[in-house]
């Protein structure tokens, strides 16, 4: 059973590009979390999303930052017009149940703006 | 809201010392407490993980008890080796309110292991 992919593990964009970064859960995981670990911080929680559903997107910036989780395919997070605090590690996590601690992560995508 | 506070690091030790990371909470209800291991360049794996007040999560030799009356869960393991060094999170999940199942991370600490 493949793990948690996500793609690509590393983007480069210029300020003011868009990043798309692709997340394919667990085979059976219909549950995806979305974290983002800044420089030398914790990972702080993003969004929360069953197919077709946003679930929880408190930890979502208010501005530029969307994601969706379609009933095929990846979940998408997508970063408009992004600016350099947006460098960080993206981390995906997924889950076969609701509310589940059971998480498991996929390897990030690092986003780099320059 | 919930949080995790983990000590300052980062931690360097010589192999085969004793290893203490501290991490304490506040949360409400009754959470679920893990530790997560990051080695470099690498998502999270879950180390060990304890549900319920006293119990004991164990992997690897790593050890932590799940501690309600001093909201802990203090990560230890009795000899270190290299292969150790890593980022070690500790984290809670909260079933309770509206958390739907997010994790709660603290902010890391930094293992290195010297031989």
């Known amino acids: 059973n493949a793990g948690v992919m996500q793609n690509p593990r590393h983007l480069v964009r210029r300020r003011g590009q868009e990043a798309r970064l692709r997340c394919s859960p667990m085979?059976?995981?219909?549950?995806v979390y979305w974290y983002r670990q800044l420089p030398e911080e914790g990972l702080k929680f993003m969004v929360y999303?069953?197919?077709?559903?946003?679930?929880?997107e408190s930890g979502m910036p208010k501005e530029r930052f969307s994601a969706e989780f379609p009933k095929e395919g990846p979940s998408i997070l997508r970063i408009q017009q992004v600016v350099r605090g947006d460098s960080a590690a993206y981390f995906c996590?997924?889950?076969?149940?609701?509310?589940?601690?059971?998480?498991?992560f996929g390897p990030g995508t690092r986003l780099t703006v320059t | 809201g919930d949080s995790v506070t983990q000590m300052e690091g980062p931690v360097t030790l010589s192999e085969e010392a004793f290893l203490t990371i501290n991490c304490t909470y506040t949360?409400?209800?009754?959470?679920?407490l893990f530790w997560y291991v990051q080695y470099p360049g690498e998502g999270l794996q879950l180390l060990l993980k304890?549900?319920?007040?006293?119990d004991k999560g164990s992997n690897k030799g790593f050890e932590a008890t799940y501690r309600k009356e001093t909201t802990s869960f203090h990560l230890e393991k009795g000899s270190v080796q290299v292969s150790d060094s890593a980022v070690y999170f500790c984290?809670?999940?909260?079933?309770?309110?509206?958390?739907?199942?997010?994790?709660?991370f603290g902010q890391g600490t930094i293992l290195t292991v010297h031989p």
């Open positions: 996590a997924s889950s076969p149940r609701t509310n589940s601690y059971e998480q498991y």
């Open positions: 085979k059976g995981h219909s549950h």
């Open positions: 999303l069953q197919k077709e559903n946003i679930i929880d």
């Open positions: 949360a409400t209800g009754y959470p679920s």
């Open positions: 304890a549900t319920k007040a006293d």
């Open positions: 984290a809670l999940h909260n079933a309770g309110g509206t958390s739907y199942g997010k994790l709660t």
